[in-house]
């Protein structure tokens, strides 16, 4: 017989195929959004995605779900594979005073030593992680 899990216990349950880093905003980038960039600071990361905030509250008005968007640029020099990368926004969440996003990269970023090595040097590897609109898209 199967049975359901309660709501709470699924959302505990990490169903990425790859683990997340937790960063906590030490790398910035700056995001090309309908044509015009804007600051963000990188929250997690794995190799298919990343978590993303802004203080621009304003930003969550203008990003839509399923939008591509491109990164431009990125503060930490180890972070330059970042640069160029094409994604699409998965989820978004906002209130009067941030907005933070969800994107899947276009596709799983390489695992190149530069790749490997800053994810060895941001060793704070996260299992699981309850953000509301998160699943396993990133």
Not at 26 to 36: K, V, W
Not at 48 to 71: C, D
Request: hydrophobic letters at 40%; a neutral charge.
């Amino acid at each position: 017989m199967i049975t359901e899990q309660p709501r709470a216990q699924r959302r505990a349950i990490e169903r990425r195929m790859f683990a997340r880093y937790e960063l906590n905003g030490d790398i910035r980038c700056e995001l090309d959004i309908a044509g015009s960039l804007f600051p963000f600071l990188v929250d997690d990361i794995s190799l298919t995605g990343m978590r993303l905030r802004s203080p621009e509250a304003r930003l969550y008005r203008l990003i839509r779900v399923g939008e591509g968007i491109r990164i431009q640029a990125a503060s930490d020099e180890d972070a330059r594979f970042l640069r160029g990368v094409q994604a699409q926004v998965i989820w978004s969440a906002g209130s009067e005073d941030w907005v933070v996003i969800g994107v899947a990269f276009a596709g799983p970023l390489s695992m190149t030593p530069e790749v490997l090595g800053f994810l060895q040097r941001n060793k704070t590897s996260m299992r699981s992680f309850d953000q509301p609109g998160s699943g396993a898209e990133h």
